[in-house]
């Protein structure tokens, strides 16, 4: 039975066109039915970790980070400690919840737990050293960011995330540098460019950011965050 109710929210999923779904939120009969199942399955198990996780990534989905915050404490509380792996899923659920609530430094505590955990994890590095950026802890977010290298050596994720730490320390050559590293990797993905235009524009490098901007458009001209920076 059990299987049987995951099957039909996989299915309900499945179907559900994503502009569709993102628009109707909760309120969209598809989702409705699949919360009830939720629900239903939480009835029959009080301490279904599983249940209360994917209830808290459907509700997270639609910014109801009270709700969601409150099915992942469950989850995390009733997840056996061998399953680590999906303790690791599960704080950075929380940190999500957490960051979108503004509250970085409960995030923080949630991705370092799951870098103990699993130090692998080039996920958990990369959302890591991004809070410690935004939090401005810059030598620690510059060592998990070099430490996403070392998992992967061709991350542009790591290299514009140095550059503009770089630019916090005043070091521009340094900052384009990495900057320009990372568009080396792959000059045809269209976003890298937008990124390189945000380093630029963090020098003050207006007219190089415009000029990124245009490079990104004519790689790929849907790409909307180009010509919203842009305009």
């Known amino acids: 039975m059990r299987l049987y109710k995951f099957a039909i929210i996989a299915l309900f999923l499945g179907v559900i066109p994503c502009f569709i779904y993102a628009q109707r939120g909760l309120d969209a009969p598809m989702t409705k039915a699949v919360m009830r199942v939720y629900q239903n399955l939480l009835e029959e198990d009080p301490q279904d970790y599983e249940t209360y996780y994917h209830r808290a990534c459907e509700y997270y989905k639609h910014n109801e980070y009270s709700k969601a915050l409150s099915d992942i404490n469950n989850a995390l509380k009733y997840t056996p400690e061998p399953q680590i792996s999906l303790k690791v899923e599960q704080l950075i659920l ?64 790591a290299l514009i995330g140095l550059a503009r730490i770089a630019v916090k320390e005043n070091n521009y050559g340094l900052a384009n540098e990495y900057s ?52």
Do not use: C, H
């Open 180 to 231: 320009d590293q990372a568009v080396d990797i792959d000059p045809s993905q269209a976003d890298i460019y937008v990124r390189r235009a945000s380093v630029k524009s963090m020098m003050g490098n207006y007219n190089g950011a415009v000029d990124d901007l245009i490079l990104a458009i004519s790689t790929d001209n849907n790409n909307t965050k180009a010509l919203q920076e842009l305009v």
């Open 94 to 157: 929380r940190a999500n919840i957490y960051e979108g609530q503004g509250n970085l430094n409960e995030a923080l505590n949630d991705l370092n737990s799951a870098y103990n955990l699993d130090p692998s994890s080039y996920i958990v590095l990369y959302q890591k050293a991004n809070i410690e950026y935004q939090l401005e802890k810059y030598s620690e977010a510059k060592a998990d960011y070099l430490r996403m290298q070392r998992i992967n050596n061709r991350s542009q994720e």
